[in-house]
């Protein structure tokens, strides 16, 4: 018996949703409308997964994915959506997670801004088992790849002379580039000895750094130990362990936006938690009065302190601690940025960022589920002016967002 469905909607991941004996059903690559023959491939109590077997009728909205591995890479998933429609799902989906976990008004919620469609990321984590690649959909064989079209070209180039040399003793490359000076950084994640004069030799001419990671340790085998990239008129100074948004253009716009509403002058004090390299204090600077930032990971904040140096900034003081355990250390800061890991915010650290008092808090978040949950929590004491959603990753499923809050006056 042929199961044949029409698709009603699509999941927060760009799954279609479809119904089949009174059970909900998620199809990959699958568009609103469609109607399509499936084939179950997991059978849960409340709902199903499947494949498609056959396109019965087709979306306005599909086109044919530009990337030769998108049927089987796990690298993207919407690829098979026109870009437009790409920027449409995320705005809706961004509306209704806020809505259902946080109960905000949707219209806050404003269009997304867009940025490149291909070529825009400048760093790739490869994984290596015998051959490199990256990930298949839901499992950890590899396929391997000669490019990734989502990537900046210079870092295709690289991915294909990989695919030439022995990489025996290392099990992952992490690529990084800068669009400044187009710096190429290979980071060589190792379980074994290499033959490292062998390694530098074929990589030399492609890159301006290799550096070795074994036991947790970074080691420069050539070149320098960063890369720089410049973001409006400020330098940063990259490493191989420091966190760096992989969009240059949808950072920019992202820091004009938190730039524009956060709507300081020279006698606010800004509290950037989770600030990684300086970036955003940084970008703010010339805005306010001084800026302290805040961050676990040592060799960011060590890349924040010599970015400081490099742009000449006096206001800016850059803390190497857990948020934690010394954000309740500050009162009556003029505003606080929060741009954590994926997973948000946790309550304790909620209830010491409200008691600091801020009069605002932008907060930039890559995940809409951990945004909503934490803003539900801030809603007590702060009202949600805005929400602009920023395009950082094309043809995925996900989306960062940038949340404007300002204190409830009493």
Known sequence: ??????????????????????????????????????????????????????????????????????????????????????????????????????????????????????????????????????????????????????????????????????????????????????????????NKAIDEAKIISELKDSCTSIITKYNDKFRTLYGTEYITEKIGKYLFRISADSFFQVNNEGMYKLYEIVKKYIKLDKKNSILDLYCGTGTIGIYLSDNCNSVTGIEINKYAINDAIKNKKINNITNVDFICDDVSKVIDKYKNIDAIIIDPPRNGLNNEIITNILNTNPKKIVYVSCDPITLARDLKQFKELFTVEVIIPVEMFANTYHIECVAVLNRKVN
Request: glycine content about 4%; aromatic content about 6%.
């Open 1 to 190: 018996m042929k199961n044949i469905v029409k698709i009603v909607g699509l999941d927060h991941y760009g799954r279609g949703i479809a119904r089949l004996d009174d059970k909900t059903v998620f199809i990959d690559n699958t568009l609103i409308d469609e109607e399509v023959e499936i084939d179950i491939i997991k059978n849960k109590k409340n709902y199903s997964e499947a494949i498609v077997k056959k396109y019965i009728k087709t979306s306005n909205d599909r086109i044919i994915p530009k990337c030769p591995y998108y049927e089987e890479c796990g690298g993207c998933n919407i690829m098979h959506m026109e870009y437009t429609s790409q920027l449409k799902f995320k705005e809706n989906k961004v509306k209704e997670v806020l809505k259902k976990f946080a109960d905000i008004d949707k219209s806050i919620v404003k269009s997304v801004i867009p940025t490149k469609e291909l070529n825009y990321r400048n760093k790739i984590t490869l994984q290596v088992k015998e051959k490199i690649g990256l990930y298949k959909k839901t499992s950890y064989e590899l396929i391997n790849i000669d490019e990734c079209l989502i990537c900046n070209n210079k870092i295709n180039k690289i991915i294909k002379k990989l695919n030439k040399i022995n990489l025996d003793g290392t099990n992952q490359v992490i690529i990084k580039m800068s669009e400044y000076k187009e710096d190429v950084m290979i980071i060589l994640s190792l």
